[in-house]
């Protein structure tokens, strides 16, 4: 068997490239400005900044279903002659109602 012996001077590692001052301003604001976008970005999908939600926000009356009630009345009651039949959709969607049947006693959302 023959052993070979290597020169350690030939496996160096070169020295890592140093860069000037203007590369680095222009390194930092490109990182700068990649941070910003990335913020604006989550941030809209939070709804930061969004008046148009906040004014649009729903209001909601809580009653107590009576004895003898049925979605549809309650629903017709608070139409005020409008879409009957939208507002008892609305009102099953708010409170996530199952079934329609509604029992004495129980609290309901519905949208003003």
Request: positive net charge; without cysteine; glycine residues 8%.
């Amino acid at each position: 068997m023959s052993a070979i012996a290597l020169n350690s001077a030939t496996f160096s590692h070169p020295s890592p490239s140093r860069l000037n001052q203007r590369a680095r301003l222009t390194r930092s604001l490109v990182v700068l400005s990649l941070a910003i976008v990335l913020g604006a970005g989550f941030a809209m999908k939070a709804g930061a900044g969004d008046s148009l939600n906040s004014s649009k926000a729903p209001s909601f009356t809580t009653i107590t279903v009576a004895p003898g009630d049925t979605l549809w009345s309650i629903a017709s009651a608070a139409s005020h002659g409008g879409d009957v039949r939208g507002m008892a959709e609305e009102i099953i969607s708010v409170n996530s109602l199952s079934v329609p049947d509604v029992k004495a006693g129980q609290s309901l959302r519905i949208p003003a």
